[in-house]
């Protein structure tokens, strides 16, 4: 049985991917970490800070010492340490948002990148301009910031944070040819965001993809 260790900085992802996990990988074994002072961390500060990134690294090394065959990288924000930590970690580590962004930039032109937090929004859009450097191809990228987003969610008001999110997608995708949403908590709204006639990507299901991919590889 294969062991994929996924870290997580925050509460909210943890189940809807374990769903994920059953539904494509049912035969591995899932290790979870969760440290929601990680994301609290980066938000106080606008940024990840070097205290985030060590123990970042360190709950990688953990991963490794679980026996983890790979180790799943759950946040977007925090995606920058992941790509570091690589040439430090003997086990591969997938990031959720890396196929989605190659996605995105091989089959379009103009991404519009929706996020509730600017230390999200940032490094998405870092790493779609990255992937658009790997593929040799030049994208536009429209801002999708949904000022107040996050701020409504983490007060108990999801309602308003939906609102929100909807009235930002359909301002981007009146610019843009797909909407890539940035955090993998998003995911849930990818029916609602579909109204606006532009295809919708996030990220949970096509990260265990990659994961998946990565194992049958790995037993051949």
Known sequence: ???????YTGQGLAEPLKEVFQSLIPDCRLVTIVD?????????????T???????????KNGVDIGADVIFNTCSSVGEVADRARDMIAVPIVKIDEDMAREAVSQYERIGVLATLPT????????IRKQAVLLGKEVAIVD????????ALVSGKPQEHDRILLETAERVASEADVLVLAQGSMARMEEKLSKFGKPVLSSPRRGVMAIKKMLEKSQK
């Open 36 to 48: 929601d002072s990680l994301i609290y961390d980066v938000v106080q500060a606008g940024e990840v």
């Open 50 to 60: 070097p205290a985030v990134s060590q123990r970042l690294i360190q709950y990688y």
């Open 120 to 127: 999200t929004l940032e490094p998405t859009i870092r790493l």
């Open 1 to 7: 049985m294969k062991t994929v260790v996924a870290i």
């Open 144 to 151: 999708g910031l949904a000022v107040g987003a996050y701020d």
